[in-house]
Structure formats: structure tokens, C-alpha cells
């Protein structure tokens, strides 16, 4: 089993390895009861934002590692992954701008993707 850091290095270089902008990730462990890391990335279309998601199962599924759940669709702009301790965040440009996950979470620790 992967430690939630490791898993969520892994998801974001893989997001960035099939072309998501903008990919972090951010430590909202001192803040959250809920999940320790957000891993974010910006798709430039809605078909881009559809194999970003099946590019992270398919690196996870092998693990036998599964979502908890999957919320939205390709064409909501947003999709959320709940890994239970990572939670990725894949959105359209117009929809991370839109919502600025970043400024709300902006007291946490961005990391560095490796």
C-alpha cells in the first residue's frame, strides 16, 4: 500500500506525464479531518479532462488501489477522485479559475511535484 505522500506524487507526475497544466499538489493535512492531500490539474478540454481520470486509474488500478467515488462527469468540467487520504481534482481551465481551490486552501502547504 502506498503512503498517502507517495500516492499522491505518483498521481500528480502521471497527470503531468499526459499533458494536465498546472498540476500540484497541496498538503491539507493540518487543516482537514477529511483527507491529507489535494492533487490538482487542469485539462484543456472535456476529453482531455475524461483520460485524465482513466490515466489515474489505470496507474492505481494495477495496485489494487480503487476510488471511494468519482464525482462529475466530463461534461461538469470538474471530476473529483476520492482516494480516501488523496483526493484529486481535475478540472477544465474555465472551472479551476471559476472555483480557486488554491485560494481557499491557500494557508496549506503547496509540494513540489517530484
Partial sequence: ?????EMAQKIAQK??????????IIDISPKS???????????A?????????????GLLEPMEIF?????GK???GWILMDYGDVIVNILTREMREK?????IWG?????TCE
Fill in 67 to 71: 476510488p471511494k467515488s468519482i464525482e
Fill in 45 to 57: 478540454n472535456e476529453r482531455q479532462l475524461e483520460a485524465l481520470k482513466d490515466y489515474v486509474e
Fill in 15 to 24: 497527470l503531468a506525464d499526459n499533458k494536465a497544466a498546472d498540476v500540484m
Fill in 1 to 5: 500500500m502506498l503512503e498517502p505522500n
Fill in 74 to 76: 466530463r461534461d461538469s
Fill in 107 to 111: 494557508d496549506c502547504e503547496m509540494v
Fill in 99 to 103: 472555483y480557486n481551490i488554491e485560494k
Fill in 33 to 43: 479531518s477529511f483527507a491529507d492531500y489535494f492533487v490538482m490539474g487542469s485539462a
